[in-house]
């Protein structure tokens, strides 16, 4: 059982590890984004020019991962001779070669149309989409705090009380398997106690997979990366309470029953 649920969970992790890394550093920009924004069109409203106001913003913001994008659009701009739209979205150069977020892609994208258009108008633009991502974000915080308490429960269940409770009847089973199997007048166990240890152990690796995957669901949506990873941790964690469970289970009943 341990080979298989490490194994799964070594395979899950090391092929996910690095794209999870790069995903969260893309989730952790869309959290500043939008007080980047604020920033940014009030620095337009107030007549700067687009790569002053980036400059600006980066500084403002320095250490976070969207500092650095800021300013190296900015750097374009001022030292590489690029305009504002390729200093951003050029394949080999842009600084959001590598931002895989639609949003701020899409975002700053509307920003260089407005900008190119009309910079009168951009920085009141950009303080609405602020406003308007920044309800998006409070309505997302407010539905998973209310899916809190059914998302604890389902985890509590996939990693602590199906495994435990799943133990126990396994060490209880087998208890009363030898009990049965020293009367004569009755035939022996169809199954031996550790078949059915291992039985119920693999049910255990399977339910945790499936409510570790309901869970990731309700939290973050179809989100096969975030799954992978989850599924990593919480399998050792199953097993470990299973082993435990089994291991304590069996003394316990042996003392209950003498």
């Known amino acids: 059982?341990?080979?298989?649920?490490?194994?799964?969970?070594?395979?899950?992790?090391f092929s996910s590890v690095e794209a999870y890394r790069h995903r969260e550093e893309i989730v952790q920009m869309e959290d500043e984004f939008s007080d980047a924004l604020v920033q940014?069109?009030?620095?337009?409203?107030?007549?700067?020019?687009?790569?002053?106001?980036?400059?600006h913003v980066a500084a403002t913001m320095m250490g976070s991962k969207l500092a650095g994008v800021f300013l190296k659009a900015a750097s374009n701009v001022?030292?590489?001779?690029?305009?504002?739209r390729a200093a951003l979205f050029d394949e080999t150069r842009g600084a959001l070669r590598r931002v895989?977020?639609?949003?701020?892609?899409?975002?700053?994208?509307m920003l260089v149309d407005l900008i190119e258009r009309s910079t009168r108008t951009t920085g009141e633009a950009i303080l609405r989409t602020a406003q308007h991502l920044r309800e998006l974000?409070?309505?997302?915080?407010?539905?998973?705090?209310?899916?809190?308490?059914?998302?604890?429960?389902?985890?509590?269940?996939?990693i602590f009380f199906a495994p435990l409770i799943a133990s126990i009847a396994a060490r209880l089973q087998g208890t009363l398997?030898?009990?049965?199997?020293?009367?004569?007048f009755f035939l022996s166990a169809e199954i031996s106690p550790p078949a059915f240890l291992f039985v119920l152990g693999l049910y255990i690796i399977i339910l945790t997979a499936i409510l570790i995957n309901y869970v990731v669901e309700i939290e973050?949506?179809?989100?096969?990366?975030?799954?992978?990873?989850?599924?990593?941790?919480?399998?050792?964690l199953a097993l470990g309470v299973f082993t435990a469970g089994?291991?304590?289970?069996?003394?316990?009943i042996a003392f209950l029953l003498g």
């Not at 059982?1 to 992790?13: D, E, K, M, Q, R």
């Not at 940014?40 to 400059?55: F, Q």
């Not at 001022?78 to 504002?84: D, H, K, T």
């Not at 398997?177 to 004569?184: I, T, Y």
């Open 100 to 109: 895989d977020s639609s949003m701020i892609r899409g975002t700053l994208k």
């Open 1 to 13: 059982l341990w080979g298989i649920a490490l194994g799964l969970s070594a395979f899950l992790y």
């Open 137 to 158: 974000k409070e309505a997302m915080q407010e539905m998973r705090r209310s899916m809190a308490e059914v998302v604890t429960s389902m985890r509590s269940v996939a």
């Open 220 to 236: 973050l949506g179809e989100d096969g990366l975030a799954k992978r990873m989850a599924l990593a941790g919480a399998l050792p």
């Open 246 to 252: 089994a291991i304590l289970g069996g003394q316990m």
């Open 78 to 84: 001022s030292f590489g001779g690029m305009g504002l």
């Open 177 to 184: 398997s030898e009990k049965v199997a020293s009367l004569d």
């Open 40 to 55: 940014l069109g009030n620095r337009i409203s107030e007549g700067h020019p687009a790569e002053e106001s980036l400059r």
